[in-house]
């Protein structure tokens, strides 16, 4: 079964807006990462969120982890249409050396 | 490239064939990893390989084996293929299951279609 739960399905905006993306889950994790895929392409690995941390940023892409609410969100800034993409949280449950469990992601299309 | 090498990239099977699915990592990663991609279903893990001689089931592994041929190799096979293991399928590698650090590097994929 799924642990994440990406939040909008497909989102649409213009270049230079930011975009925010949600992520729910269901149990105690170790950490939420978010992942990013191009048409046709493999997933690509954007950034890594511990569970004790609360925001987290790389570039233009920021992260927070509310582990009380058990959701994170994903903020890119000032999108470009090359930020088209779809993106996926996946989690790392707290117990056990279990791989990665990726939720069903959500399309961000960037209009220029 | 340093990376995750998959092979085919495309495959037509018709039902009740067989085929094997290559994935080959030169990053010295010690785990490796099957996923299936279906429309509105994310990712689901089939099958993974924690260390070299070892390999478990993930969330969908019915109709699938896995060969861990050595630390470089993860092999995916369908014995009988069926209709419902159209998708497409990504082989991923990482130095353990629980990263701290760095996430899983991924292939790009083979698209799978059974008629």
């Known amino acids: 079964s799924q642990q994440g739960e990406e939040d909008p399905q497909a989102l649409s905006i213009q270049e230079g807006e930011n975009a925010t993306m949600n992520c729910s889950y269901k149990t105690s994790i170790n950490n939420l990462q978010w992942y990013r895929q191009n048409s046709g392409r493999g997933l690509v690995h954007l950034i890594l969120i511990r569970s004790n941390e609360r925001e987290k940023h790389s570039g233009r892409l920021r992260v927070t982890l509310d582990t009380s609410k058990k959701s994170s969100s994903l903020l890119i800034t000032a999108s470009r249409a090359a930020d088209t993409a779809s993106y996926f949280c996946?989690?790392?449950?707290?117990?056990?050396?279990?791989?990665?469990?990726f939720g069903k992601g959500t399309r961000l299309s960037v209009i220029a | 490239n340093a990376g995750v090498t998959q092979t085919p990239k495309f495959q037509v099977l018709k039902t009740g064939q067989s085929m094997t699915l290559q994935c080959a990592q030169d990053m010295n990663h010690n785990s490796m990893y099957w996923y299936r991609q279906d429309p509105g279903m994310g990712l689901r893990l089939i099958y993974y390989s924690a260390s070299e001689g070892t390999t478990d089931k993930g969330e969908v592994p019915n109709g699938y084996n896995v060969s861990r041929l050595n630390k470089r190799e993860f092999s995916l096979r369908l014995e009988s293929a069926a209709p419902s293991q159209t998708s497409v399928y990504f082989c991923?590698?990482?130095?353990?299951?629980?990263?701290?650090?760095?996430?899983?590097?991924f292939g790009s994929g083979t698209r799978l279609t059974v008629v």
């Open positions: 991923a590698s990482s130095e353990r299951p629980v990263m701290e650090i760095y996430g899983y590097t």
């Open positions: 996946a989690t790392v449950l707290y117990s056990g050396n279990t791989p990665l469990v």
